[in-house]
């Protein structure tokens, strides 16, 4: 069974600045897919950036960025220039490539400060 | 990106009484959805997977008589909460996987209480 792993409940970073989460997963699957999803607080879940296993190319999108780390097994979210709308809850979920049932981990509760 | 709604959003019905709760891809096809139960300030945990035309596929633990499930076009399931009680209080959110991408997307999720 895959087991995903948020270490931080919570954390807080200054606006404009950067922020880094981390999460750890388990897995015996060479190829599957890795996903940062948000959950602000009207509870939509909100893609933000999703990798593929295959690719060691780290992924982008605009001010947010992962480190994937396969041999680790870890897979940490980069928010740069941090604004007040990055406020939420931030699930790290991974998925097995022929079977698209999602585990997420337990998430991390962020909080931008003005 | 594709739309998948949930419908209600927020439903409050007695003790005892049965609940359905729709999830629709409004434009396009899916052959699987998946429902989860998320409990407050917790992660999602996995309920079912859905598949279009066959009996869904439940998670260790997830009772099958209480929490039914159909997926009766490419379009459509329904989570149906049978003799519901308060500890199925909890907010429920489907997602749909795309037929022909195999992208995943999520419904806003419904929130059920039960008096």
Known sequence: AQTVTQSQPEMSVQEAETVTLSCTYDTSESNYYL?????????????????????????????FSVNFQKAAKSFSLKISDSQLGDTAMYFCAFMKLNNNDMRFGAGTRLTVKP | ???????????????????????????????????????????????????EGSKATYEQGVEKDKFLINHASLTLSTLTVTSA?????SFYICSARQYNTGELFFGEGSRLTVL
């Open chain 2, 85 to 89: 009680h308060p500890e199925d209080s």
């Open chain 2, 1 to 51: 990106g594709a739309v998948v709604s949930q419908h209600p959003s927020r439903v409050i019905c007695k003790s005892g009484t049965s609940v359905k709760i729709e999830c629709r891809s409004l434009d396009f096809q899916a052959t699987t959805m998946f429902w989860y139960r998320q409990f407050p300030k917790q992660s999602l945990m996995l309920m079912a997977t859905s598949n």
């Open chain 1, 35 to 63: 996903f940062w999803y948000k959950q602000p607080p009207s509870r939509q879940m909100i893609l933000v950036i999703r990798q593929e296993a295959y690719k060691q190319q780290n992924a982008t999108e605009n001010r």
